[in-house]
């Protein structure tokens, strides 16, 4: 069946370095990715999205990238805080309809 | 408020009985979602409102879920005949939509269900 899962389940960074962030798609259908960041005790915080006709898209120390050929989803974060620990969740749909989340990598920055 | 309120944010009962969890989602938003997150886990998918269109209730796990969305604005989900393995946390989330497009979903704290 479709699924969205993660390559990694944990990782783990210094402070100041750059954080990747990968997942995997199977629904070849799926035209709109979306990443998300949960704090514990929270819900899941909007990151950034891209949709199927782009390849990337940066925001403020973020950058998404979507590789369409081998259904490949990856977040980086650059200059990676404390602040930015969390659970990052990757997602994936299609317009109007609900998103299909993944498992979750959890993001660990040590100072 | 500017974001989606949940209520409550706890909720303990005992197996059997029903539940009523709230959502009210920001103000404009046509899109409506509800979601099931256990513990250490992704999100599952219940239901998904937009405007006036019937429901897509193909994720709800069983005829104890049903789900309301009144004047296209508050959502009430009901779990009714409470098992243990309903215990989860209960997100909302809502969106926009553009030009057919739907734009990102925005999330509550959810509910934190136990059943004991």
């Known amino acids: 069946g479709e699924s969205v899962g993660l390559h990694l389940p944990t990782l783990s960074v210094q402070e100041g370095d750059n954080s990747i962030i990968n997942c995997a798609y199977s629904?070849?259908?799926?035209?709109?990715f979306i990443w998300y960041k949960q704090e514990s005790g929270k819900g899941p915080q909007f990151i950034i999205d891209i949709r199927s006709n782009m390849d990337k898209r940066q925001g403020q120390r973020v950058t998404v990238l979507l590789n369409k050929t081998v259904k490949h989803l990856s977040l980086q974060i650059a200059a990676t805080q404390p602040g930015d620990s969390a659970v990052y969740f990757c997602a994936e749909g299609t317009s109007g309809s609900r998103l299909t989340f993944g498992e979750g990598t959890q993001l660990t920055v040590n100072p | 408020g500017a974001g989606v309120s949940q209520s409550p944010s706890n909720k303990v009962t005992e197996k059997g009985k029903d539940v009523e969890l709230r959502c009210d989602p920001i103000s404009g938003h046509t899109a409506l979602y509800w979601y099931r997150q256990s513990l250490g886990q992704g999100l599952e998918f219940l239901i998904y409102?937009?405007?006036?269109?019937?429901?897509?209730k193909s994720g709800l796990p069983s005829d104890r879920f049903s789900a309301e969305r009144t004047g296209g604005s508050v959502s009430t989900l009901t779990i009714q005949r409470t098992q243990q393995e309903d215990s989860a946390v209960y997100l909302c989330a809502s969106s926009a939509r553009d030009r057919g497009y739907n734009q990102p979903q925005h999330f509550g704290d959810g509910t934190r269900l136990s059943i004991l």
């Open positions: 409102f937009q405007g006036n269109s019937a429901p897509d």
């Open positions: 629904n070849s259908a799926s035209d709109y």
